[in-house]
């Protein structure tokens, strides 16, 4: 089946900082990746459509010069969460879409645990 | 606009026992449904869907669930539960096939714990 991973699966950085996360299709190629976050014990919020080649369609209240997405291939896309604060402290999923004439499904990323100290 | 509405946030059955994840949508369009599975501190796994063929849908690990449009229902059931089903348990609708969008809308989840 269709494998996505995402890198680092943990990390813990300073408030300020700025930590980037990848999320790459292993086995095929995405036209479309999707970013999620999801805080403890809470559903899944998508914040962003991520499209190659074009800049990234983020969902209401969320702040596009935060979380910048870059998706410069169709195996890669990345989330980049500038000047980090506590309050960013998530779980981000990402998904990569696989659609073509009668078959759309997304595959999901094993998540990357961001911790802002 | 969709969504999912998923009653019972934690559920608790003995091994054995019949599982039952309720999850009931809304939607204006033909939708499609989902259900996902998450083990702690992993992304999502897919296990099963509904895509307007079969109403009775089947899936891994022995799960299965039934589309019940006059109910607007997406029942998740297993006969007999197993102590590896314990995880966190989501029901996600989208716009069926043609739609406008392929985003996926989630449930709230709801926790499956499995008592020896």
């Known amino acids: 089946g269709a494998v996505v991973s995402q890198h680092p699966s943990r990390v813990i950085c300073k408030s300020g900082t700025s930590v980037k996360i990848e999320c790459r299709s292993l086995d095929f190629q995405a036209t479309t990746m999707f970013w999620y976050r999801q805080f403890p014990k809470q559903s899944l919020m998508l914040m962003a459509t991520s499209n190659e080649g074009s800049k990234a369609t983020y969902e209401q209240g969320v702040e596009k010069d935060k979380f910048l997405i870059n998706h410069a291939s169709l195996t890669l896309s990345t989330l980049t969460v500038t000047s980090a604060h506590p309050e960013d402290s998530s779980f981000y999923i990402c998904?990569?879409?696989?659609?073509?004439?009668?078959?759309?499904?997304?595959?999901f990323g094993p998540g990357t645990r961001l911790t802002v100290l | 606009a969709q969504s999912v509405t998923q009653l019972g946030s934690h559920v608790s059955v003995s091994e054995g026992a019949l599982v039952l994840l309720r999850c009931n949508y809304s939607s204006s369009v033909p939708p499609y449904l989902f259900w996902y599975v998450q083990y702690p501190n992993q992304g999502l796994q897919l296990l099963l869907k509904?895509?307007?063929?079969?109403?009775l849908v089947k899936g891994i690990n022995g799960f299965e669930a039934e589309f019940k449009k006059s109910e607007t229902s997406f029942h998740l059931t297993k006969p007999s539960a197993h102590m590896s089903d314990a995880a966190e348990y989501f029901c996600a609708v989208r716009e069926g096939y043609g739609g406008a969008t392929n985003k996926l809308i989630f449930g709230t989840g709801t926790l499956l714990a499995v008592q020896p």
């Open positions: 509904y895509t307007s063929a079969a109403t």
């Open positions: 998904s990569a879409r696989v659609g073509g004439f009668s078959f759309d499904e997304q595959f």
